[in-house]
Structure formats: C-alpha cells, structure tokens
C-alpha cells in the first residue's frame, strides 16, 4: 500500500501484511521515525521522541504517595 510521509510527503510503499500497530518504521526521503498507528486503515503518526517509552516515568511511586 502506498501512503506519504506526513513530514514531507514523500511516498512511502508499506505491505500492511509485513508491519503491525507500534511498529516504527523510517522515511527514506526525511528519516523521521513513524508510529503504525493503524494497519486496517494504514495511518503513521510522527514519533514524539520526548516522550516516546517515557510513559511510566512521570507516575508516582507507592513510597512517594505515603509521604
């Protein structure tokens, strides 16, 4: 299936039989990291590298709650 880039437009083919949801894949013409976000309609999103696998990083302990 063809889709663009959302950075730069730029074509990408992608067999949504080879990626699943979560996957990261790259643009060849930009290189920006993309997120699967959806294989059933295809759809990429743009890895916010900040906050990319940091999601448990900004919950409280259960020793920090007690005090």
């Not at 294989?39 to 302990?61: H, I, K, N, R, T």
């Amino acid at each position: 299936m063809s889709i663009v880039c959302p950075e730069c437009d730029n074509p990408l083919d992608i067999d949504v039989d080879d990626v699943e949801e979560g996957e990261i894949i790259q643009c060849d013409e930009c290189g920006i990291d993309l997120e699967v976000v959806s294989s059933d309609p295809l759809e990429l999103a743009p890895v916010d590298e900040e906050d990319y696998g940091d999601e448990d990083e900004d919950l409280p302990l259960d020793d920090e709650e007690d005090e």
